[in-house]
């Protein structure tokens, strides 16, 4: 589970269930810069079909996305305000 982008922000979501993760991403997207990457890490098996849909439903750019076992990671960039 390694990538090659580099997170301004990691967000620890591991242990919640939907929608914590996507609504602990948007307080975090919120209060950062356009162009900004952050990374989530979560444990729900939602996160799979919920973080593509929030990057299509708020324009915001999922870069990467994967697993190593049980934990889930995703990289998006904050979209031009």
Do not use: W
């Not at 914590?20 to 890490?41: C, E, S, Y």
């Amino acid at each position: 589970m390694t990538s090659s982008f580099t997170a301004d922000r990691v967000l620890d979501c591991k242990g919640t269930l939907c929608p914590m993760p996507v609504i602990r991403l948007r307080q975090a997207i919120d209060q950062m810069q356009a162009g900004q990457v952050v990374k989530l890490l979560a444990t729900d098996p939602a996160s799979v079909q919920d973080m593509p849909a929030f990057a299509r439903n708020t324009g915001h750019e999922l870069l990467h996305s994967g697993a190593s076992g049980s934990v889930y990671e995703f990289y998006f960039r904050k979209a031009e305000d």
